[in-house]
């Protein structure tokens, strides 16, 4: 009973790279998001989908795009990293009122 | 815009004594949850209240929904330093996405 698997779960990259943060989750949820979180901070929304399909922003989109690629995946790409995307990133499903279920993280260093 | 506040935005007790941390907003959401984060760990689910007034209990950890179901509260009796973390509340209207607090650091001193 994995729950929500995401990898790598620690990245290095230099200015300007590309990546692709995978994320897969094996309880049939509809719904999941990426977040990111800054040192001491809460959570913030960069991508949601509702359904396979379908994306959404969040409130800090620019410099990611997203792939619902199934109703298991969502994926995160950064396109060109920027130092600003130094984070960790979280991957989470969840069902109307039964509450998320979130992945260990992914602890990126964009240098 | 931040629907969801929480207070207080930092908390530091001694063991054993009770706390009650608050999560308001203006708006009406048809469940709401809590979570809790350990450093270097994702949120995990707490519990998930959906009836305006319902009240849960998860050992020393009571959770309410308000009435009108705006807000909710997680009072903890006699802490301990295992109850260290990050505190989330959540909420979700409907079937739109989840829209996460601003975060109670919660810290026990032994």
């Known amino acids: 009973n994995a729950g929500v698997t995401q990898t790598p779960k620690f990245q290095v990259l230099k200015t300007g790279q590309s990546m692709t943060l995978q994320c897969a989750q094996d309880?049939?949820?509809?719904?999941m998001y990426w977040y990111r979180q800054d040192p001491g901070m809460g959570l913030r929304l960069i991508y949601y989908s509702a359904s396979e399909g379908t994306t959404d922003k969040g409130e800090v989109p620019n410099g990611y795009n997203v792939s619902r690629l199934n109703k298991r995946e969502f994926s995160l790409r950064l396109e060109s990293a920027a130092p600003s995307q130094t984070s960790v990133y979280f991957c989470?499903?969840?069902?109307?009122?039964?509450?998320?279920?979130f992945g260990q993280g992914t602890r990126l260093t964009v240098v | 815009t931040q629907l969801l506040e929480q207070s207080p935005q930092f908390l530091s007790i001694q063991e054993g004594e009770n706390l009650t941390v608050y999560c308001n907003s203006s708006s009406v959401f048809s469940s709401l949850q809590w979570y809790r984060q350990e450093p270097g760990e994702g949120p995990v689910l707490l519990v998930t209240v959906v009836t305006g007034g319902e009240v849960k209990k998860l050992k020393r950890l009571t959770f309410q929904f308000g009435d009108a179901r705006k807000d909710s509260s997680l009072h903890i009796t006699a802490a301990q330093p295992g109850d260290t973390g990050l505190y989330l509340c959540a909420g979700a209207r409907g079937n739109e996405k989840l829209t996460f607090g601003t975060g109670t650091r919660l810290t026990i001193i032994p």
């Open positions: 309880m049939n949820h509809n719904s």
């Open positions: 989470a499903s969840s069902e109307w009122r039964v509450g998320a279920f």
